[in-house]
């Protein structure tokens, strides 16, 4: 049985009851204490399930109960509005039947330290509540019927931001220097070789991350059980979808004959700049392991939280080949098409997105890289879902709400068809 069906047999028993005591020459009204709770389901975690990259991002509560609307392109980014909460995440974009209200707890850049503790009570976090205090709230109004878990690529180990800007940051200053010249921004020194699989996350960072999530999955389930009205919910452990390709497509290989194993191949950076992959093709495999390594993660977590809690109906979502075909930079005419947002900076916090790096030199370079790291938020919206990526994930979700599976793929086939079996 779906897990939607649950409360429209609990409003027809309802119905029945109040007909019964009708006939009987007698009203019955349900008391505050049974009356059934309108049903929700809501997403915990970080960027991928919040709606990064996806716009429309709504005023998000702080730890001091003030809505935070946009602040500014200059505020902190621990400002609770950065948790960038879209009206076009996943969530909002599935088709779940019988679920009638929709609460959006994520938070881009969550850790799993951040669903049992306030985040800003850790380095970088923002000032938000725990996600639990949050799911408990709801939980005071409304049945929980389907929760969607998007936690492990951000971690006290490593964290996705981090990592896509090592490898980006690679590519940019190797086509902007010369091997004898030294290149660093505020982050300190920058190589110019590719990235390899040790220099995003090594397999004892891997481990940890695993047990980290694991501890605050836990937690989260133990919460749930406590918390929902009804005491029936399915909760979804949805992975993580590479938004680059395998490889990059042969227009972005070369440009006035100059590959990405040359130095300074300034035009070709700026292609693939404006195109959304500033990246080494040398990069590419480290990128799809590391990517796998997080769907193990999350496989795991379930796999772990599946024997501990054998009566929860719990779901692994693998997404990692929801946008095949559509990837960055996997189409001469990228980033059209793409389901993924491009890399985009500011040259300071203007609002106003340097779409194409042509003519700049690497001063240029230096300083608009410089801007993403004191203003995150002027670049953090890089390589995540945009909108019609998060519309792909709902209908990922649609199909892990439903299933009766305990594992499902979603897969984009070429034409574009999004199936989960």
Known sequence: MSVFHRPVLAA?????LGTAGALAGTVTR???????????????????????GAGAYAPVVDVNGVAQSFPGWSAPNSNAFFCHRSANASLHQANLPGIQARFNLACSGGQPHDLA??????????????????????????????????????NSSFTFGDVASECANRFIADAWTGWWEFWAYLGGPVEQSPCGDADLATSAEFAAATTETTT??????????????????????????????????????????????RDKFRALGAERYAAGCPIHRGSLAAGRTFS????????????????????????????????????????????????????????????????????????????????CVSYFQTCQESWHPNVAGHAVLGRCLAGAATTTRRTVACVRAGDGTITVG
């Open 12 to 16: 027809a028993l309802a119905v029945a």
């Open 30 to 52: 349900p008391t505050p204490a049974t009356a059934a709770l309108p049903t929700a389901a809501v997403a915990l975690g970080d960027s991928f399930v919040s709606g990064e």
């Open 117 to 154: 503790n306030a985040s800003a009570s850790r380095a970088n976090g923002r000032t938000v509540a725990a996600q639990l205090d949050q799911l408990r709230s709801v939980a005071q109004t409304h049945d929980i019927d389907l929760v969607l878990v998007g936690l492990g690529s951000n």
């Open 216 to 261: 605050a999955v836990r937690q989260l389930l133990t919460t749930l059980d406590q918390i929902d009205a009804d005491g029936q919910h399915r909760v979804v452990f949805q992975d993580y979808t590479n938004p680059l390709p395998a490889d990059l497509d042969p227009n972005f290989h070369s440009e006035d004959g100059r590959d990405d194993t």
């Open 292 to 371: 796998a390594g997080l769907g193990t993660l999350v496989q795991s977590v379930h796999a772990a939280m599946s024997a501990e809690f054998p009566a929860d109906d719990l779901v692994y979502l693998n997404v990692q080949r929801a946008f095949d075909g559509a990837r960055l930079c996997e189409r001469p005419d990228s980033p059209t098409g793409a389901l993924a947002t491009p890399i985009r900076l500011q040259d300071g916090p203007s609002g106003v997105f340097v779409t194409s790096l042509s003519g700049y030199d690497k001063l240029d370079i230096q300083r608009i890289a410089n801007a």
